[in-house]
């Protein structure tokens, strides 16, 4: 199974700054088949990019995904106080699918 | 907007079978994967599997105990884990799909599981 591994674990940044978390995977993701996914407490996650770089419906041009085969990226520009949560990232190359052990957010 | 509606929380006991729904409230989910996802307490996300036109797709983690099933009639899908022990303490999810093996864009509010003798 492709492994997902995701750093940093913590990051904790102050409103405005921008935060870049990473995926990297085990194998080769083809076609970009990965997702990012944003969970607060309590709350089921939600989708956030798909297919590496395209924006779920309803999602601010502040989220942005890039990447490709083996590395992706998701960065969060102006970073607000609800943008607190924990980032996950999923891939769908392959079953089975596999997630990221996720990135919490803080926002100070 | 299709919502995911889940049934409650239950509490079992070791070696027994847990069965829980999810049904699409405001639209169908003719056409589309229903996956099932767990998170154990203070735990990241772990995919248990997927059904799409009534065939079924899972994780080897789960193989031979899980069963996930939909009803188009009634929009509402089913998982059931069997065998549970404590380590299957869990909040389980299901969520939309385009196929079993994709991302997921809708999701349930999710059903807390608790195993204990």
């Known amino acids: 199974e492709i492994v997902l591994t995701q750093s940093p674990d913590i990051l904790s940044l102050s409103p405005g700054e921008r935060a870049t978390l990473s995926c990297r995977a085990s194998q080769s993701v083809t076609s970009g088949y990965l997702a990012w996914y944003q969970q607060k407490p309590g709350q089921a996650p939600r989708l956030l990019i798909y297919g590496a770089s395209n924006r779920a419906t309803g999602i601010p041009d502040r989220f942005r995904g890039s990447g490709s085969g083996p590395d992706f990226t998701l960065t969060i520009t102006r970073l607000e106080p609800e943008d607190s949560a924990v980032y996950y990232c999923q891939q769908y190359d392959r079953s089975p699918l596999t997630f990221g052990q996720g990135t919490r957010l803080e926002i100070k | 907007q299709v919502q995911l509606v889940q049934s409650g929380a239950e509490v079992k006991k070791p070696g027994s079978s847990v069965k829980v729904s999810c049904k699409a409230s405001?639209?169908?989910?003719?056409?589309?994967?229903i996956s099932w996802v767990r998170q154990a307490p203070g735990q990241g996300l772990e995919w248990m599997g997927g059904n799409i036109f009534g065939s079924a797709n899972y994780a080897q983690k789960f193989q031979g105990r899980v069963t996930i099933t939909a009803d188009e009639s009634t929009n509402t899908g089913y998982m059931e884990l069997g065998g549970l022990r404590s380590e299957d303490t869990a909040i389980y999810y299901c969520?939309?799909?385009?196929?079993?093996?994709?991302?997921?864009?809708?999701w349930g509010k999710g059903t807390t599981v608790i195993v204990s003798s």
């Open positions: 969520a939309r799909a385009a196929y079993d093996i994709d991302y997921m864009d809708v």
């Open positions: 405001g639209g169908t989910f003719s056409g589309y994967a």
